[in-house]
């Protein structure tokens, strides 16, 4: 039989729970991982709001997408679908065929608008640069952060 002496419980209290240093750092540790998910909501809208600025500054200056020397207007589509993509464009309605850019959302987020298996077209009007007001809304896969773009006649912002 093994005997314990004064010396061995008071070891074993001192070993019992979490000191206050270990408490800090687990909680500073959780702290920043929600932090990066939320950065990566952040960076994914900061990118959409700058192609949709790109693509007015575009129909503003009259960027001629097609090279028949009229310019054209410039527009956005986001299809919320299998693999969430955004196209950039030119013309007054889409066109595959007037697609320049296609760009795939990364893995951290999701459109939550345009919903699902629907796309919304965002064109801006050759030379006045104005659009039909709408709402982009992304979204992490767990649904812990998210981020709304909102295009109103002449202006973009994001939330």
């Keep these: ?3 314990f002496n004064n010396s061995t419980i008071q070891q074993f ?3 019992k ?3 206050l240093l270990e408490l800090i ?4 540790i959780i702290a920043l ?12 809208a900061r990118e959409i709001t700058g192609q949709l600025r790109l693509a007015q500054r575009k129909a503003v200056s009259g960027e001629d997408g097609d090279l028949n020397g009229q310019g054209d207007s410039w527009g956005i589509r986001f299809s919320n679908s299998s ?4 196209r950039v464009f030119y013309g007054t309605v889409y066109n595959s065929a007037s697609t320049t850019a296609t ?3 990364p893995s951290s987020a999701v459109f939550t608008n345009p919903t699902a298996d629907t796309s919304i077209d965002i064109i801006f009007t050759k030379l006045s640069g104005t659009t039909t007001p709408a709402t982009i809304s992304i979204t992490l ?3 812990s952060d998210s981020r709304t773009i909102t295009i109103a006649t002449s202006t973009i912002s994001m939330q």
Excluded at 25 to 28: G, M, P, R, T, V
Excluded at 83 to 86: G, S
């Design 13 to 15: 209290d001192a070993e």
């Design 1 to 3: 039989m093994k005997q």
């Design 83 to 86: 693999d969430d993509t955004y």
């Design 25 to 28: 750092i687990s909680l500073a």
């Design 17 to 19: 729970g979490f000191s």
């Design 33 to 44: 991982l929600g932090s990066l998910a939320g950065l990566a909501a952040d960076t994914t």
């Design 103 to 105: 760009v795939y959302l």
């Design 141 to 143: 896969p767990d649904g």
